[in-house]
Structures are given as structure tokens and as C-alpha cells.
Antibody, heavy 117, light 108 residues
Framework: EVMLVESGGGLVKPGGSLKLSCAAS????????LSWVRQTPEKRLEWVAT????????YFPDSMKGRFTISRDNAKNTLYLQMSSLRSEDTAIYYC??????????WGQGTTLTVSS | DILLTQSPAILSVSPGERVSLSCRASQSIGTSIHWYQQRTNGSPRLLIK???ESISGIPSRFSGSGSGTDFTLTINSVESEDIADYYCQQSNSWPTYTFGGGTKLEIK
């Protein structure tokens, strides 16, 4: 069974940093591209970052470039999202998702980030 | 960026009805559209890929159609468990991609 389990969310002050993790199991981790997608309090889904299967290529929307870093450890079957200079508008549920070709076919249960003073 | 507009924002239906949810793209994207269901407190679940391809384990009452800029998710004979938010997502610009704003399906 494919499982993706996010962790690391919490309450962070504006300007702070946080690193999220996504532990994967039930599939050959190193064969799939992975993404982070967030859901805002208004329930809007936003693509945050994508990393290739080998970790050599990363992609971000322009709005996330420079503040967010996506990485993976294929030996540990774990995906990461390092976030810095956090703002209130980064408050969201953060999901990791597996991509089969261009389709996000499995999603984790999400971890919640709240940015507030 | 490719924008996706979903309509209606909220759809109230009775059990057993056939419903259609719309997703319109700001430019032609072929069939690079995927549909997700999100129940309350749940994660998005893939329902349909590439506009009309079915997904293993998804009930056959869910189907998709369309190409270019206009896409439709149809639910034949809505059941109470179908109450959820539905999102479309385009991957024509992969590895970048975008989501629609969602349609909330309610029971009358």
C-alpha cells in the first residue's frame, strides 16, 4: 500500500523557518517525482515545489522561489521542504504527493503550518 | 500561467441525480486535466486522469470528458458519500501545474 506521511508542521512566527518531512512507503521511492502542494484556509490548492525522481531537478512557482527548498533522501525514502522567511500567507496544510508521469496519484494526509505572531 | 476556472462554486443535488462539474482552462491544454475528490478532513484523491481515463478503485459512476479548454466531470446517480469538494488540475505545463478553485457538492 502506498503511504505518504507528512510531519514537521507547527506554529511559527513571521520571518521564521521550518522544515517539513514526508516519509514514504509501499513503492519504489527513487522511481517517482514528488511534489509539495498546500491548501490555504480558503481551501485553495497551490503547487509549492516538485523534485525529480533522482533529486537532480527541482521546480517552483515564481511565488515560492528563493524562500523554499525541496530535497529528498532516496536512501531514507523521505521528502523534505525547507521553508524560510515565512509569512502569514504561508499558513496552510502542506501535502506531499507522488507523481506517476504528470499525475499526482497519491497524497499524504497533510501537516499544518500556522504562521502567526 | 494556465488558469483553471471551475463552475459552479457550489452545487446542491439530490441523491440519485446526475451532475456535471465544469473546468475551463485559459488556453488549450489538450487532455492534460485531472480530477480530484476531497472529502471533509481528507486528502485529495485522484478520480480521473487525462480528462477521461478511469482510475482503479474509483466507482464507475464517475466519468470525465473534454479536450482543449473545456472539461467536465460527471457523476451518474450521486450518492451521499460523494459529498465533497472537487478540483481539477492541469499538467500541460509540467513540471509546473495549477489547480482550479474547486466545486463544493452538497446534498439538498
Amino acid at each position: 500500500e502506498v503511504m505518504l506521511v507528512e510531519s514537521g508542521g507547527g506554529l511559527v512566527k513571521p520571518g521564521g523557518s521550518l522544515k517539513l518531512s514526508c516519509a514514504a512507503s509501499g513503492f519504489t521511492f527513487s522511481s517517482y517525482a514528488l511534489s509539495w502542494v498546500r491548501q490555504t484556509p480558503e481551501k485553495r490548492l497551490e503547487w509549492v515545489a516538485t523534485i525529480s525522481s533522482g533529486g537532480n531537478y527541482t521546480y517552483f512557482p515564481d511565488s515560492m522561489k528563493g524562500r523554499f527548498t525541496i530535497s529528498r533522501d532516496n536512501a531514507k525514502n523521505t521528502l523534505y521542504l525547507q521553508m524560510s522567511s515565512l509569512r502569514s500567507e504561508d499558513t496552510a496544510i502542506y501535502y506531499c504527493a507522488r507523481h506517476k508521469a504528470t499525475v499526482a496519484d497519491y497524497w499524504g494526509q497533510g501537516t499544518t503550518l500556522t504562521v502567526s505572531s | 500561467d494556465i488558469l483553471l476556472t471551475q463552475s459552479p462554486a457550489i452545487l446542491s443535488v439530490s441523491p440519485g441525480e446526475r451532475v456535471s462539474l465544469s473546468c475551463r482552462a485559459s488556453q488549450s491544454i489538450g487532455t492534460s486535466i485531472h480530477w480530484y475528490q476531497q472529502r471533509t478532513n481528507g486528502s485529495p484523491r485522484l478520480l480521473i486522469k487525462y480528462a477521461s481515463e478511469s482510475i482503479s478503485g474509483i466507482p464507475s459512476r464517475f466519468s470525465g470528458s473534454g479536450s482543449g479548454t473545456d472539461f467536465t466531470l460527471t457523476i451518474n446517480s450521486v450518492e451521499s458519500e460523494d459529498i465533497a469538494d472537487y478540483y481539477c488540475q492541469q499538467s500541460n505545463s509540467w513540471p509546473t501545474y495549477t489547480f482550479g478553485g474547486g466545486t463544493k457538492l452538497e446534498i439538498k
